[in-house]
C-alpha cells in the first residue's frame, strides 16, 4: 500500500474516530502490508501520464514502481486505463503476513 493511502485513511478516519483509534488502524495496516514510499520521483513521473484522475495515476505510479501484479481498489473502473496492473475489490483480497510470503519478506 502506498504512503499516500496512509495518509488519506488518516484524514477520512479523523472525522469519526480518536488519534488512538486510527493509529491502531495504522498499526494494523504496518502489520499487514509494505508502505510504499511516495517521492518527488512519483510526481514527475505522473506528469508523464495523460489518464484524467492524477490521483489514480499517482497510485498507479507507485504500484508500477515496485512491480506490483494486481492493485486493490474500490474503484476499479478508473483503473481500466492501466493494461499492466489487475485491479480487483479490496474484499476479494486475501491478507497475507509479510513473514509468510516469499516476496515479501526481503521488503
Known sequence: ???????????????????????????????????????????????????????????????KKMKCAVFATNNIKDYRTFADIQAIAPAKIRVIPKSHHPRLTHL
Open 1 to 63: 500500500m502506498s504512503a499516500l493511502s496512509i495518509a488519506q485513511f488518516v484524514s477520512v478516519f479523523q472525522k469519526t474516530k480518536t488519534n488512538g483509534q486510527i493509529k491502531a488502524i495504522i498499526q494494523m495496516l504496518l502489520h499487514q502490508f509494505t508502505v510504499l514510499s511516495f517521492t518527488e520521483s512519483n510526481v514527475r513521473s505522473i506528469m508523464q501520464e495523460t489518464v484524467a484522475d492524477l490521483e489514480d495515476c499517482i497510485q498507479y505510479v507507485i504500484s
